[in-house]
């Protein structure tokens, strides 16, 4: 039986290494370098460009709102920190802290709270290709339970490196989303889990910050079970 999921849109932040640049007050998507100039340069010097790109979304989506709770989500995370950090153990070696520290899923949304001083919870999701549905699904539960505080949420995902990359059955481009999720919307995303019944119109070629980036209001698309478009 199918389960839909109306989320309440206030902001909506694309960043992919494709363009063009789109500046609207309901979307805002850019390409070439991240910005996140408002990092302390201590902090930016520990990001890969995932977690540039994910924290650029992040802080065009919140703007200069105060603390709210956040949902994390990546299919493979820093996986490009991982390699070398087993690289290090296979030779008998200690990982340097930076690659290993940054190396845990949700290193990411941690940068986050420290840069914004903010001590709301926060919870980092990866959920197979599923990831971005499944974290709307959490920031939208969150959300639910009190509706007068808006949640953000952010995904993002880079390619895997070489030793790993047969791993991935789909690899795409690095790209990174951030949905501020909260009243009054602007625009709302409705998803939709219908593993056994999955309608056969739907274009599946698309999916998560890419379905978005083409069309505002748009849809709808598929990324596994979930069917989602925005209105």
Request: with cysteine; proline share 13%.
């Amino acid at each position: 039986m199918p389960h839909t999921f109306t989320i309440p849109l206030l902001r909506a932040s694309i960043w992919s290494q494709e363009g063009p640049e789109v500046r609207s007050p309901f979307l805002d998507r850019a390409s070439g370098p991240p910005d996140v100039a408002y990092l302390d340069p201590l902090i930016r010097r520990r990001l890969s460009p995932l977690g540039r790109a994910m924290l650029h979304c992040a802080h065009r989506a919140a703007g200069d709102r105060g603390p709210m709770p956040s949902v994390f989500t990546s299919r493979h995370g820093e996986a490009v920190r991982t390699v070398p950090v087993l690289e290090d153990l296979a030779q008998g070696l200690l990982p340097s802290p930076t690659q290993f520290s940054m190396n845990v899923h949700n290193a990411t949304a941690g940068i986050w709270s420290i840069a914004r001083r903010d001590p709301s919870p926060s919870s980092s999701l990866a959920a197979g290709p599923e990831s971005f549905a499944w974290g709307l699904v959490e920031a939208q539960a969150i959300h639910a339970a009190d509706p007068g505080r808006p949640v953000l949420f952010v995904h993002g995902d880079a390619p895997l490196p070489p030793l790993l990359a047969d791993f991935d059955e789909a690899p795409r481009p690095l790209h990174a989303l951030a949905l501020l999720i909260g009243l009054p919307a602007i625009h709302h995303l409705i998803l939709t889990w219908s593993p056994e019944d999955r309608p056969p119109e739907v274009d599946g070629s698309r999916e998560g910050p890419d379905a978005l980036a083409f069309e505002v209001p748009g849809g709808p698309w598929v990324t596994g079970a979930w069917a989602w478009r925005v209105a």
